[in-house]
Structures are given as C-alpha cells and as structure tokens.
C-alpha cells in the first residue's frame, strides 16, 4: 500500500510540474509575440529592416536578441515536458 501511495503523489506531483512548465511556455509565448510587435515598431520608426543596414534601431537589435533567448528557453522547457534531452 505505501509504494501505491508513493506512487501516486509521485505521478500528481509530476503532472503538477508539467502543469507549471507548461504555463510558463505559454506565459513566455506572449512575451515573444509581445517583442515581435515592439520590433516592428521600432523598425517601422526608424524606416530600417535590415540588421546589417548600420540605421538599424539599437534597441530594435536588443529586443530581436532577448526574444531568441526566450524562444531558446521555450524550446528548451519543450523538451522537457516531452522527456527528450534538451539540445545543446
């Protein structure tokens, strides 16, 4: 009976981690599309769309690099919700 019990809390507490990091992974989803809508105003702004034009925005430049950040993490908490190792 304890090793049923154990079990169980073992799976609820489980589902209840995929739950959370699932949660997160949307939460952060919205960030990205959130920076997207920023990047493109700034470009829009600064009439420049091209990264390697030299009147691209700076904050424009940051904004690109935080959201690949974010979609690394994202991709990285996919796997692990999906039991794959993450990539490195």
């Known amino acids: ?36 809508g920023d990047i493109e105003r700034e470009e829009e702004r600064a009439e420049a769309s091209d990264v390697s034009d030299p009147t691209y925005p700076v904050l ?7 959201r690949e950040n974010i979609g690394a993490t994202i991709a990285s908490l996919e796997a692990v919700i999906q039991g794959t190792p993450k990539a490195a």
């Open 60 to 66: 424009a430049r940051s904004l690109r690099e935080r």
């Open 1 to 36: 009976m304890a090793n049923s019990y154990q079990l169980e809390t073992l799976r609820q507490a489980v589902a209840a981690n995929r739950l959370r990091i699932a949660t997160l992974i949307s939460n952060l989803s919205r960030t990205v599309d959130l920076l997207t």
